[in-house]
């Protein structure tokens, strides 16, 4: 069983830095795709960035430029450095690991910007 745990999340002013990290754990079979999907009140799950296993990365336009997702593939935890905040980046942001057709979600961690 592969278990993701996200942490990192609180609340920052508008124009503020965040770094999130997810950690997985357990039987982590290679190679993986990683990413980052947030939900905020009253909307659908998004998605906001995944990065292979190899390293290739992809952003959703909204946080383009402003976000940047990396990983460390000794630890198995990947990690979204998020900049330059804006109050409609509020959401819980989860992290999802996905190996083949199987998909693993974290419980989602909680990012608060204020205007």
């Known amino acids: 069983q592969v278990q993701v745990v996200e942490s990192g999340g609180g609340l920052v002013q508008a124009g503020g830095s965040l770094r999130l990290s997810c950690a997985a754990s357990?039987?982590?079979?290679?190679?993986?795709?990683m990413g980052w999907y947030r939900q905020a009140p009253g909307k659908q799950r998004e998605w906001v960035a995944t990065?292979?296993?190899?390293?290739?990365?992809n952003y959703a336009d909204s946080v383009k430029g402003r976000f940047t997702i990396s990983r460390d593939n000794a630890k198995n935890t990947m990690y979204l450095q998020m900049n330059s905040l804006k109050p409609e980046d509020t959401a819980v942001y989860y992290c999802?690991?996905?190996?083949?057709?199987?998909?693993?979600w974290g419980q989602g961690t909680q990012v608060t910007v204020s205007s």
């Open positions: 357990g039987s982590i079979f290679t190679p993986n795709v």
């Open positions: 990065i292979t296993h190899g390293g290739t990365i």
């Open positions: 999802n690991l996905v190996y083949l057709v199987t998909m693993y």
